[in-house]
């Protein structure tokens, strides 16, 4: 595929459905700045998606548990007064649901100005996926890949996407075919598995941000660094006292996040694009990630799993 068709709109326009507490025709106006968060009904998407909201963008919540996730729009819109905040549902896992959420959201706006990969998941056994695939892999990668790629078609000048990514990626490696399938060659093990994924991100991250440099589209990844959310629980003795002596110690939510609103927001980032930030600076990850010598691998067998939905 050449660089110059991946945001090509393969899809015609088609009528929007109307949703509840929505105007029609503020959506037809198609001046609206448009930002979608994945896994915003929790931990970090939660305040990504109130920043974004707090900004003015009209922003999609893309929840796994849409019902869950509605108090926390409602929260989002009275913390932040902007009344265009809605709760679309997507499972990751599971990617003709992929394709549903972007067909929608393909019908309903004419552009999308932000993106923010920020959904992700610890599988604590080996669960596979409708899809055939390990479930970590497809929500952590396999799913944000596809989500993106049929998003790209709205995408402008200016428009941004953001990945979250995690200093675990570093251990990461990509064993094909077995980390489609299983996460890994061998047996399950949950903390390389989920640095496997890390790692494919990050090098979708700075693939994407090169193929779409001459269309004015950034593509960058943020590494919260160790944040107090759900996904770090153990699911075993251990939590409680972790829970004590180690969240304490580590970031808060809305400090975790803070990389990755910086990316989505700041004016002096609108033309920052390739890159892995930290701590709101570029880390420099060597050439050894940037042009990874598994990058065009990663990127051809992945377009060949998604194919047919896209
Ligand atoms: N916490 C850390 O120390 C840390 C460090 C580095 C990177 N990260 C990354 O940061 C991101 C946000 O995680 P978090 O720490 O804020 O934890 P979190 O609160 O557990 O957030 C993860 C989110 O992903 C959603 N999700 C899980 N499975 C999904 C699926 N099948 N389809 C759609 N959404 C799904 C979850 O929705 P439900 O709860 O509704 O299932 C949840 O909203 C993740 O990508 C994670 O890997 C976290």
Not at 106 to 121: C, E, I, S, W, Y
Not at 262 to 281: I, P, V, W
Request: with cysteine; aromatic share 8%; charged share 25%.
């Amino acid at each position: 595929m050449k660089s110059s068709e991946l945001n090509e709109n393969k899809t015609a326009p088609s009528k929007s459905p109307q949703r509840e507490g929505q105007s029609p025709s503020e959506e037809q106006e198609g001046n609206r700045r448009v930002a979608i968060i994945t896994g915003a009904g929790t931990g970090m998407g939660f305040e990504e998606a109130k920043a974004v909201a707090a900004k003015g963008f009209h922003t999609i919540m893309a929840c796994h548990h849409p019902d869950r996730a509605e108090a926390k729009r409602l929260e989002i819109v009275s913390e932040t007064g902007n009344e265009n905040v809605e709760v679309m549902g997507i499972d990751l896992a599971d990617l003709s649901s992929v394709r549903r959420f972007a067909d929608e959201v393909k019908a309903r706006f004419q552009h999308l100005d932000l993106l923010m990969n920020n959904a992700g998941t610890l599988a604590t056994k080996f669960q596979r996926t409708k899809d055939g695939l390990e479930q970590t892999v497809q929500v952590n990668y396999v799913g944000p890949y596809l989500l993106t790629r049929l998003l790209l078609p709205l995408m402008r000048e200016g428009s941004r996407i953001v990945n979250m990514v995690s200093l675990t990626y570093r251990i990461g490696h990509l064993d094909f075919p077995y980390f489609f399938t299983s996460g890994r060659k061998g047996s399950f093990w949950r903390i390389p598995i989920y640095s496997n994924t890390k790692l494919a991100l990050t090098l979708f991250t700075f693939d994407l941000a090169n193929r779409l440099k001459d269309k004015g589209i950034t593509v960058n990844a943020a590494d919260p660094w160790i944040v107090s959310t759900n996904i770090i629980r153990m699911h075993s003795f251990i939590d409680p006292l972790t829970d004590i002596f180690f969240r304490p110690l580590i970031h808060t939510p809305r400090q975790g996040a803070d990389t990755a609103i910086h990316l989505l927001l700041d004016e002096d980032k609108a033309s920052q694009t390739g890159t892995f930030n930290r701590s709101n600076r570029i880390v420099n990850v060597g050439e050894k990630f940037y042009r990874h010598k598994q990058m065009q691998e990663l990127w051809d067998a992945t377009e060949a799993l998604v194919r047919k939905f896209l």
